[in-house]
């Protein structure tokens, strides 16, 4: 009787292999996991940031309304706007150029009344009214 001796075939994985692939599966996600929270937190900031510009936008919007009758006053002015059922905070300076006719107009928006950097900042310029 001749015994012949066959070579095994493999079924299946090592556990050498097995734990590879769960060491490049776990790195993968845990990158996915950093990505899309990363993705959630610039969303929310980019959200705020856009309600502060609006917030600013308004503010300017009712400058160049009230313009028609009065000409702002070159000074600093502060006060709340309720904006997406926030309050947010801004500050309007109104500085004069060397055009008689002419002044510049910053507004910044904060999402805390002490927060040290606006979330939002806007400069236009308003016409002296004839």
């Not at 769960?22 to 959630?40: H, K, P, Q, R, W």
């Not at 309050?87 to 040290?116: M, S």
């Amino acid at each position: 009787m001749n015994l012949v001796v066959r070579a095994r075939r493999q079924k299946g994985f090592t556990l050498i292999e097995v734990i590879v692939a769960l060491g490049i599966i776990a790195t993968a996600m845990a990158a996915v996991m950093m990505t899309v929270s990363t993705s959630a937190r610039n969303a929310a900031g980019l959200k705020e940031r856009t309600f502060a510009h609006w917030v600013a936008m308004n503010q300017m919007a009712e400058l160049h309304i009230r313009n028609d009758r009065e000409w702002p006053d070159i000074k600093k002015t502060t006060g709340t706007a309720l904006m997406a059922e926030h309050e947010w905070y801004w500050e309007q300076e109104v500085i004069k150029t060397p055009i008689d006719n002419v002044r510049r107009v910053y507004i910044r928006v904060r999402v805390n009344e002490d927060d040290e950097y606006p979330m939002a900042t806007l400069e236009g310029y308003v016409n002296k009214p004839s």
